[in-house]
DNA sequence: TTGAAAGCGCTAACAA
DNA sequence: TTGTTAGCGCTTTCAA
């Protein structure tokens, strides 16, 4: 900046003013300075700026990437939810520092200017990790679960609702949820989904599936089956264990959807391209990560923002 | 630091050496200087040490995460690609600067160390643009394109040639390839493939698909049957249009396998769960995102790498 | 094994 | 509208 300054015959804050683009300099001034710096090849050094303003202008964002059984964020799921964050945060300047639990060790990750965690976890676990970070931050999740933090999330139980109606609107009588209410997201959902059968003197069956993979539906469907062979409509956590669930069911000879109804969560490509394609309830991963991005970016900047409750609408296929 | 350096009686710059392991620091100081630093919740500045060092630890990776039609990228692959990455960068220090395309000119991506590309795009122009940056960059995509720059990717031509021998092993003697070679990855699928085929005297029909989604996919299959009905083995570029292809082929009252033998690639979830299941060409995400965090970082270290291929194999299904 | 001095490149505060 | 001064917090000489 400074030889910049010398070429350009003016002082080195001028240039800094100049390539701000601030106000506070002659238009004149700012195209030469510009001009200049482009002939130079001229590259502005971020760690200074950041020395100096202290902030990194950056945002780690959360994610368990590890290939683990039980691995909620799969799919294209977060993909879609890093795509809307990427999108808002680096049009506003800010970068995306990718990271997982772990990561929150690493000197970039510590010094990023907030944190947006992508799955609270079962128990809240990853929650209370990061928050230990000490940075602004900003969850995707189970809204109901935290007055104290900013999370946003779909409507859960507004999901569980809805499957709930539709399963009363075909006339089953005897349904069954598939999911671990460990996850706050799922508790939510089994919440809605209960509270709507309530209405109609219907209790679910509710047994614990604690993984979210094909395998792990067809087991708990199996199982399901063996002690309560009247079960008629499954609404399953996610669209993964609702097609482990269906794959259970017509190894043990019921149809679908004749005999059992079966619904899906998160209306993902896997499950609108399944044969049968299923029934599912859907969530809007872009939206939700731009609002992520704008929420992490109030608190930083020092305005306040609350949790927030994005809809949740029913994708009605041949299950 | 400074601070630090008071009240544990040592100067700044012992402080320095302690926090960082260095050998120049007897035991007892560095213990002695951990503890205070630890006790006053000392936050050590990366920004300080990025300015002094002229380096900022960070990798960018630049994934296209817009939702477009032709997404090359959805699904679960660059997940795991990143998942690779970012466990191999983070254990040796570096920090995932997440970005796409128009990212390059954010600040803190200029400033990255190396960059990572995912995908080199149609005829390459990704990889021309981010070559711009000049920085040290890997690219992940097709090996054979480019002598020039250091790429890791499986080996597609392998895969395309596992499809034939697949084919000829069944007896079908009319294939069709599925993709758009002006992906340089597709291009070495249709390449291997072809080759194959040719010792068994045999042209594919190789009609240009230049969508990745399950209706580009069915669309092409229709369009292919009209011209060429006696068409009895289907090679797609993707699973996601190999499922299209089925659904196609259904609906002209063609069976799978039967009447058509179909083989997908990548190996996805949806694939291996799709009814029928489909036969697939694997590729192993993990790992090729590990590898390409190794080569970046000797890039980056001054050391040199080169080019690499990931092997691949036929994971064999119903269809 | 420890320390003193100097400076990385930027910008805020204050002057002119 | 422009410039001067100072300093952000670290690490690399070089010296002790």
Same mark, same amino acid.
């Given at each position: 900046?400074?030889?910049?300054?010398?070429?350009?015959?003016?002082?080195?804050?001028?240039?800094?003013?100049?390539?701000?683009?601030?106000?506070?300099?002659?238009?004149?001034?700012?195209?030469?300075?510009?001009?200049?710096?482009? +002939?130079?090849?001229?590259?502005?050094?971020?760690?200074?700026?950041?020395?100096?303003?202290?902030?990194?202008?950056?945002?780690?964002?959360?994610?368990?990437?590890?290939?683990?059984?039980?691995?909620?964020?799969?799919?294209?799921?977060? *993909?879609?939810?890093?795509?809307?964050?990427? +999108?808002?945060?680096?049009?506003?300047?800010?970068?995306?520092? *990718?990271?997982?639990?772990?990561?929150?060790?690493?000197?970039?990750?510590?010094?990023?200017?907030?944190?947006?965690? *992508?799955?609270?976890?079962?128990?809240?676990?990853?929650?209370?990790?990061?928050?230990?970070?000490?940075?602004?931050?900003?969850?995707?999740?189970?809204?109901?679960?935290?007055?104290?933090?900013?999370?946003?999330?779909?409507?859960?139980?507004?999901?569980?609702?809805?499957?709930? $109606?539709?399963?009363?609107?075909?006339?089953?009588?005897?349904?069954?949820? *598939?999911?671990?209410?460990?996850?706050?997201?799922?508790? $939510?959902?089994? $919440?809605?989904?209960?509270?709507?059968?309530?209405?109609?003197?219907?209790?679910?069956?509710?047994?614990?599936?604690?993984?979210?993979?094909?395998?792990?539906?067809?087991?708990?469907?199996?199982?399901?089956?063996?002690?309560?062979?009247?079960?008629?409509?499954?609404?399953?956590?996610?669209?993964?264990?609702?097609?482990?669930?269906?794959?259970?069911?017509?190894?043990?000879?019921?149809?679908?959807?004749?005999?059992?109804?079966?619904?899906?969560?998160?209306?993902?490509?896997?499950?609108?391209?399944?044969?049968?394609?299923?029934?599912?309830?859907? +969530?809007?991963?872009?939206?939700?990560?731009?609002?992520?991005?704008?929420?992490?970016?109030?608190?930083?900047?020092? $305005?306040?923002?609350?949790?927030?409750?994005?809809?949740?609408?029913?994708?009605?296929?041949?299950?």
């Amino acid at each position: 900046m400074a030889d910049l300054a010398k070429v350009a015959g003016v002082s080195a804050i001028t240039v800094s003013r100049a390539l701000r683009d601030s106000p506070l300099v002659n238009a004149e001034t700012r195209a030469r300075v510009r001009d200049v710096a482009q +002939q130079y090849g001229y590259a502005f050094n971020v760690s200074a700026r950041n020395l100096k303003l202290r902030r990194s202008m950056t945002v780690a964002v959360v994610v368990e990437m590890k290939p683990t059984v039980e691995r909620q964020m799969s799919g294209p799921y977060p *993909l879609d939810l890093l795509g809307g964050i990427t +999108q808002e945060l680096t049009s506003t300047g800010y970068s995306v520092l *990718l990271t997982s639990l772990q990561g929150g060790a690493l000197p970039n990750v510590r010094a990023a200017d907030g944190v947006i965690l *992508l799955g609270q976890g079962a128990h809240e676990d990853a929650m209370h990790e990061v928050q230990r970070w000490g940075r602004p931050m900003v969850v995707w999740g189970a809204v109901s679960r935290h007055e104290s933090q900013i999370v946003v999330g779909s409507d859960n139980r507004r999901g569980g609702a809805l499957a709930a $109606e539709r399963f009363i609107a075909l006339g089953r009588s005897r349904p069954a949820f *598939l999911g671990d209410p460990a996850h706050g997201e799922f508790a $939510e959902r089994l $919440e809605g989904f209960s509270t709507a059968l309530a209405r109609h003197g219907i209790t679910p069956i509710a047994p614990t599936v604690s993984s979210f993979t094909v395998g792990a539906g067809a087991d708990a469907v199996h199982a399901l089956l063996q002690a309560h062979p009247q079960v008629d409509a499954l609404f399953a956590a996610s669209d993964l264990l609702a097609i482990g669930a269906i794959r259970a069911l017509i190894e043990r000879g019921r149809r679908v959807p004749e005999d059992v109804s079966v619904i899906g969560y998160d209306d993902s490509p896997l499950g609108a391209t399944y044969v049968p394609p299923l029934t599912s309830v859907h +969530q809007n991963f872009i939206d939700a990560g731009v609002l992520l991005a704008r929420k992490v970016r109030a608190l930083i900047e020092g $305005e306040d923002a609350v949790s927030e409750t994005l809809p949740t609408h029913l994708v009605v296929r041949t299950t």
